[in-house]
C-alpha cells in the first residue's frame, strides 16, 4: 500500500484524522468532500491551483485556465466553504461575479452543499439558518460567525460588514464579458 492509499485509508477509518487533515489542506478537503465534481485525475495546474489559494502569505491571485477546468468549481465553490472551516477561520467572504444573477446561482449551489453534502455536514455542521440570514445573496453560519456574500461587479463594496468584520476573504470570478472589455474606458473601469 503505497502512502496515498494509506491516507485515503485513514480518512475512511478515522474521522478525527479526517477532520484534522482537511482543516490543514485544501486540496485533501476538496478531494474527501467535493468528491462528486471530480471526474477525472486532477491535473497538475489544478494542484497548483489549490496550493495557491491554501497559502495565506499570498494576498492576491489570479487564475486563468480554459472553460471546463473546474477553476470556478474549486476557488468559488469549495474554497470560501473551505476557508470558513479549514485553518483560515475567515469571517467573511464576499463573492463577485457579472451578475447579480450569477451570483445568486453561485450562492445557491453553496447553500446546496452546506444542507445535502452529508459527511461536509457531520465533520463541521450542522450549518444551521440564522432566520432572515440566508438570504438570495448572503447567509451566515452562526457556529464560525461567519458570513458569505455574493454581489454583481456593478455594485459597491464600501461599508459591507459582517458584525465587526469587514471582507477578508474576495473572490472575482466570470466579471468580464465581450462588452466589457471592448474598449480601454470600459476595462478601466471594470
Given at each position: 500500500?503505497?502512502?496515498y ?40 495546474f ?9 497559502n ?31 485553518k ?7 463573492l ?35 432566520a ?8 451566515v453560519i ?31 470570478d ?5 462588452e ?11
Amino acid at each position: 500500500m503505497n502512502e496515498y492509499q494509506q491516507i485515503i485509508k485513514q480518512i475512511q477509518e478515522s474521522p478525527d484524522f479526517r477532520k484534522a487533515l482537511t482543516r490543514e489542506n485544501f486540496s485533501w478537503f476538496f478531494a474527501t468532500y467535493f468528491t462528486h465534481y471530480i471526474t477525472c485525475p486532477t491535473a497538475p495546474f489544478q494542484k497548483a491551483m489549490f496550493d495557491l489559494l491554501q497559502n495565506d502569505e499570498l494576498l492576491k491571485i489570479a487564475i486563468t485556465a480554459f472553460r471546463g477546468s473546474a477553476k470556478s468549481t474549486i476557488a468559488t465553490l469549495a474554497f470560501p466553504i473551505w476557508a470558513m472551516v479549514g485553518k483560515s477561520h475567515k469571517k467573511y467572504a464576499l463573492l463577485v461575479s457579472q451578475t447579480q444573477e450569477l451570483s445568486k446561482q453561485i450562492l445557491t449551489n453553496m447553500k446546496q452543499e452546506l444542507s445535502s453534502n452529508e459527511l461536509l455536514i457531520r465533520d463541521f455542521g450542522p450549518f444551521t439558518e440564522v432566520a432572515d440570514e440566508w438570504r438570495a445573496n448572503s447567509f451566515v453560519i452562526p457556529q464560525y460567525d461567519a458570513r458569505i456574500s455574493a454581489i454583481s461587479q456593478s455594485e459597491s463594496i464600501r461599508g459591507l460588514r459582517h458584525r465587526q468584520y469587514r471582507p477578508d476573504l474576495i473572490i472575482i470570478d466570470d466579471v468580464e464579458d465581450l462588452e466589457s472589455v471592448k474598449t480601454k474606458e470600459n476595462r478601466d473601469r471594470l
